[in-house]
């Protein structure tokens, strides 16, 4: 049972109460403010005010029983409260009594700007009173009420020095007498500090009476205050008016605070940031963008940029096709001529995004920029660049820089500088040495490639061979050590162009310098369909439909009227009909719901506004894989994962394709191309986007009820195959098929001829895994360029399709300044005949042949031969159109 409380003073002058229940340790104190101490609830005078600190900490106290207002006498806290400690204020360390009812803790808060997520400490409230009266007690218990933690100042001096310590959000001064200290000066006085800026500072101005007229807030906001509160000592009445500031002005104050990390952000970011107005005033440059630029800020802020001189080095019209773009709030990305303040003329690429702001509309524009290296002048200014900022970094005294090369000597430890060594004769045996003995284990690897250990044999008979088997040998090895062992080379002379160009503009990656614009195209994520309800299940399909899918177990099958009848949408139907045949959703452990929603998810970032690369491409090619896995062949040679794989892969193999080609995205710098090191760019954005489109929704994966294990097998079963159809490695997924398929089997068959016994080897030449992925390849290949196979209506109908898209980008090629990757298909000369000739001779027929004679596919052949047949008649009478005048005509 605790004694009764007994109060001193210490030797610096604070009192303090302290119960004496030695029970209790530490011992329960409170800090008393000046000339009273709070006792349980009860102020008590004291004869020691000249001697007692100015400020009194405290977070919470019992709430009176009445919120008319706190009378002092009736503020007792429960004899066996809880102990609390505040936090330092000032140098002092205050302790309170804290009962334990009707107390809120005080908690943080999760606030969101923009991406970030913040997290906003409790609030803290100054009160600066000079005397205790009900008004301050009302602000205190409202603190209490709200959770908030307080601190209580008396004098100016302990405000000030309360505030640079706590840095609190929401300050409250008494403006209702002059006789203590001047509200308007402390106001100031917070203000000239650099903490205040994010404060929000509360005036308690008196009471007027209702004959009198309200007075001018302006005062005070000259001040600095924010806000005035009229006189009302109703906890209430305070709480209210607390809880307004908090989820107002400080939740924006701090939301403002948070974008110190933004700036620090842009301000160490490589890149060079210029944000501008919405009439292209120039608010913020960071300072890569002064060095880039030569400026320093104050030069350019507040300008517009129209003030500043421009490159006569770009296109006449860049400038209204920029502001074309930007202006309807679309990104616009290119290489731009920018002139620096010493009058060069730099390349950059530039990113520039609208944002918008209140209203809808846009407010500012943020452009990012950074060199583009690709002459004299650029590499100069970028290595001037480097050494500045190198040189930032590294500035210091003297004795820090000696003392950080000792440190990175001392790390080095024997590491040996070359130069030095070679300068000295005396060192320079030890290196031989040393690289003498490296060669020697480069030799002694025993980790060889295949590729190395064909030229070591080659090597080796080499020297025992005649000169002229030698020389032979030779040219051997020089065509092994090429990159490109099964691309055909084009001869230089008198080569077909149409040849030529599609060669380049689909097996290289288009890599040539550029002298325009960066490509940017816009993901069609919401394509706008008709309202065609989309089925349920297979059973559920319209009439129509249903008649039309009947037969599309046919190779004749007419994708164009399905394409017709769903109003463009055949990839659902036709994607409910064949993965229902082949047990996909079995297999996947998924309803037929869930396969349906992802089939609509698929479909719709297809771009319908392609020609040729749509989801009507995308449902032929799905038609054809599924025809060829009906194969008896096809059939025996994969297991029923390979089959949901291939049927899955042939489904996402073009999605989101922006109807441009690899080689063409090179050339512009797209965003995709940097992000795939311009390496099998779409081919890699399809695989991408579909497996993220598919995990992003469990109503639409159709992979969440598969073992991981299976998952893995198949994800990478489709990703290889989707990568198949990238046109770069087309000779090496052909030579490899013939060379590991094709002609193993063939000598199998014949010699089991010929000893009239049936062969296992041939099986297993198709089971070995090798050969399954080969085998897959081949035929997603296939299935994608399948349109020369197709009846000859549908065959004509594709290269008209192909060839629209292939003359649009050659348009955009010219209008944006980009290199041509294909100058045939200029639609005004192009002979569309000629172009099918040349793709069918160099791509079709070879793979075709080695397809079908693995597979068995005689109709497909019969479409061919009558294809080329018409393209031929067409390029004889040098009709460039799709059909003879006659056909035309009928």
């Not at 005036?203 to 005035?228: C, H, K, M, W, Y």
């Not at 060594?421 to 060889?448: F, G, K, N, V």
């Not at 590729?451 to 065509?479: F, G, H, Y």
Request: proline share 4%; glycine share 4%.
């Amino acid at each position: 049972m605790g004694c009764a409380p007994s109060i001193h003073v210490s030797q610096s002058g604070v009192i303090y109460c302290r119960d004496s229940d030695e029970s209790n340790s530490p011992h329960q104190t409170t800090t008393i403010s000046q000339g009273t101490a709070t006792l349980h609830g009860l102020f008590i005078k004291t004869d020691a005010a000249d001697s007692i600190p100015s400020v009194l900490a405290y977070q919470s106290r019992q709430q009176p029983p009445s919120s008319a207002g706190p009378r002092r006498k009736e503020r007792r806290e429960p004899g066996a409260s809880a102990r609390a400690r505040a936090p330092r204020c000032c140098g002092i360390e205050a302790e309170t009594q804290t009962g334990t009812a009707g107390v809120k803790q005080a908690s943080t808060t999760e606030v969101q700007i923009g991406p970030m997520r913040l997290t906003q400490d409790p609030i803290q409230v100054l009160l600066i009173f000079a005397k205790e009266d009900n008004q301050s007690d009302g602000f205190w218990w409202a603190c209490d009420r709200a959770g908030y933690r307080c601190n209580i100042a008396r004098t100016p001096e302990s405000a000030l020095e309360c505030f640079l310590d706590k840095h609190q959000e929401i300050i409250v001064i008494d403006h209702r007498n002059s006789r203590y200290f001047d509200a308007e000066d402390i106001c100031r006085t917070i203000r000239a500090t650099k903490p205040s800026e994010h404060t929000v500072i509360l005036a308690v101005v008196p009471r007027i009476s209702t004959d009198q007229e309200e007075t001018s807030v302006l005062p005070l906001l000259n001040a600095g205050f924010n806000r005035q509160f009229m006189e009302n000592s109703s906890i209430t009445a305070c709480y209210n008016e607390l809880v307004q500031i908090e989820h107002g002005e400080v939740r924006s104050q701090f939301k403002l605070r948070a974008c110190n990390a933004v700036f620090t952000a842009l301000d160490h970011c490589q890149e060079a940031i210029e944000i501008t107005s919405e009439d292209h005033v120039i608010q913020y440059v960071n300072p890569a963008f002064e060095r880039m630029m030569g400026y320093h800020k104050g030069e350019l802020i507040g300008k517009e940029l129209t003030e500043l001189p421009k490159s006569d080095k770009n296109c006449v019209d860049l400038l209204d096709t920029i502001n074309t773009f930007i202006k309807k709030g679309k990104e616009w990305q290119g290489v731009y001529y920018a002139r620096r303040k010493s009058g060069d003329s730099i390349q950059q690429h530039v990113k520039i995004t609208p944002v918008i702001g209140q209203g809808g509309k846009i407010r500012h524009f943020v452009s990012l920029k950074r060199l583009h290296c690709t002459n004299e002048n650029n590499k100069q200014v970028h290595l001037q660049l480097y050494k500045s900022h190198h040189d930032e970094k590294h500035t210091g005294d003297n004795s820090q820089s000696e003392s950080h090369s000792f440190k990175c000597k001392n790390r080095r430890k024997d590491s040996t500088d070359v130069k030095s060594i070679t300068s000295q004769s005396s060192d320079a045996p030890s290196l031989q040495t040393r690289r003498y003995s490296s060669m020697a284990r480069i030799h002694s690897m025993t980790i060889e490639a295949p590729i190395t250990k064909v030229i070591n044999i080659i090597n080796a008979a080499q020297e025992n061979s005649p000169i002229t088997v030698a020389e032979a040998l030779d040219r051997v090895l020089e065509i092994l050590r090429t990159t490109e062992l099964y691309s055909p080379q084009l001869g230089t002379k008198d080569e077909d162009p149409h040849t030529s160009d599609l060669v380049g503009g689909l097996m290289t990656d288009g890599l040539r310098r550029l002298s325009g614009n960066e490509y940017v195209f816009s993901k069609n994520m919401s394509l706008s369909h008709s309202h065609l309800s989309v089925p349920n299940t297979i059973n559920d399909v319209p009439p129509c439909i249903a008649q039309l899918l009947d037969n599309e177990e046919s190779w004749d099958f007419n994708i164009f009227e399905l394409e017709a009848v769903t109003n463009k949408r055949p990839l659902v139907y036709l994607g409910l009909k064949v993965f229902a045949r082949f047990g996909v959703s079995e297999f996947l452990n998924c309803s037929e719901a869930t396969l349906r929603a992802w089939l609509q998810v698929i479909e719709a970032n297809y771009h319908s506004s392609n020609s040729y690369h749509n989801s009507t491409h995308a449902a032929d090619v799905l038609h054809a894989t599924a025809f060829f896995l009906g194969k008896e062949r096809v059939k025996g040679s994969l297991d029923h994962l390979d089959e949901v794989a291939a049927l899955i892969a042939a489904t996402i193999h073009d999605v989101d394709h922006p109807g441009r080609t690899n080689s063409f995205l090179c050339n512009a710098g797209s965003e995709l191309a940097v992000l795939y090191n311009d390496t099998a760019v779409l081919e890699s954005h399809h695989t991408a986007l579909a497996f993220q489109l598919t995990a992003k929704d469990s109503k639409c994966n159709i992979f969440k009820n598969i073992d991981r294990n299976h998952y893995r097998t198949l994800r990478q079963a489709i990703i290889d195959m989707v990568l198949a159809t990238e046109m770069t490695k087309h000779f090496e997924h052909v030579n490899k098929f013939v060379n590991s398929v094709n002609k193993p089997m063939a000598s199998e068959e014949t010699s089991s001829h010929s000893e009239g016994s049936d062969c296992e080897c041939t099986a297993n030449i198709k089971n070995f895994p090798d050969n399954q992925t080969l085998i897959k390849r081949m035929m997603i290949k296939c299935a994608d360029v399948a349109n020369p196979c197709r009846p000859l209506e549908l065959c004509i109908e594709w290269a008209g399709r192909i060839s629209e898209e292939y003359f649009a980008q050659t348009d955009e090629e010219k209008r944006q300044g980009l290199p041509v990757v294909m100058p045939v298909f200029d639609r005004n000369t192009c002979s569309i005949p000629k172009s099918q000739i040349s793709f069918i001779d160099y791509f079709i027929t070879d793979m075709f042949d080695a397809w079908d004679a693995f597979a068995h596919l005689p109709v497909l052949m019969q479409h061919l031969a009558n294809n080329y047949k018409h393209w031929k008649t067409l390029d004889e009478l040098k009709c460039k159109s799709l059909r003879l005048p006659s056909e035309n005509n009928n």
